[in-house]
Structures are given as structure tokens and as C-alpha cells.
Nanobody, 116 residues
């Protein structure tokens, strides 16, 4: 059974850094493009970052460019989101997503709260 499990969400002060991890199992991770989404209270889920299957092609939302970095380790079936210079508006539940054609999987989400 395919599964994505996110780790690393916590309370962090503005300007701080945090790394999220997403561990995959039950499917061939290296065949899937991976994405991080986030959803803040009262807002729609938005795409934050994406990475291609071999990690050479990445894309970011304008709001996080230069602050967030997505990476993957296909040997460990894990995708990461390194976040720095965090702002209160980065507060959200962060979700990991795997997609290959019409095949799509989601994690349960991890809460990131940026507050003093």
C-alpha cells in the first residue's frame, strides 16, 4: 500500500529554519515527481515546490523562491523541504505529494507554525 509520511513540522520563530522530510513506501519512489504543498487556515492548498524524478529540475512558488529548497534521495525514498528565513505567512500544514500520470499519493500533512 502506497504511503507518504511527513516529519519535521514544529513551532519556529520568524527568521528561523526548518527541514521537512517525507518518507515514501509502497511504490517506486524514483519514478514519481514529488511536490510539497501547503494549506493555511481559510486558504486553498497551494503548490510550494516540485522536483523531477532525478532531482535535476526544481520549481518553486514565487513566495518561497530563494528561501526554500526541495531535494530528494531516491536511495532513501525521501523528499525534503529545507526552509529558511521563515515568515509568519509560511504558517500552514505542509503536505507531500507524489505523482506519475494519473497516479497520485498524498501524505497526512505536518504543521509548521512561524511565530514569536
Amino acid at each position: 500500500q502506497a504511503q507518504l509520511v511527513e516529519f519535521g513540522g514544529t513551532l519556529v520563530q520568524p527568521g528561523g529554519s526548518l527541514r521537512l522530510s517525507c518518507a515514501a513506501s509502497g511504490f517506486t519512489f524514483s519514478n514519481y515527481a514529488m511536490r510539497w504543498y501547503r494549506q493555511a487556515p481559510g486558504k486553498e492548498r497551494e503548490l510550494v515546490a516540485a522536483i523531477a524524478i532525478f532531482g535535476g529540475d526544481t520549481n518553486y512558488a514565487d513566495s518561497v523562491k530563494g528561501r526554500f529548497t526541495i531535494s530528494r534521495d531516491n536511495a532513501k525514498n525521501t523528499v525534503y523541504l529545507q526552509m529558511s528565513s521563515l515568515k509568519p505567512e509560511d504558517t500552514a500544514v505542509y503536505y507531500c505529494n507524489a505523482q506519475l500520470g494519473q497516479s497520485k499519493y498524498w501524505g497526512q500533512g505536518t504543521q509548521v507554525t512561524v511565530s514569536a
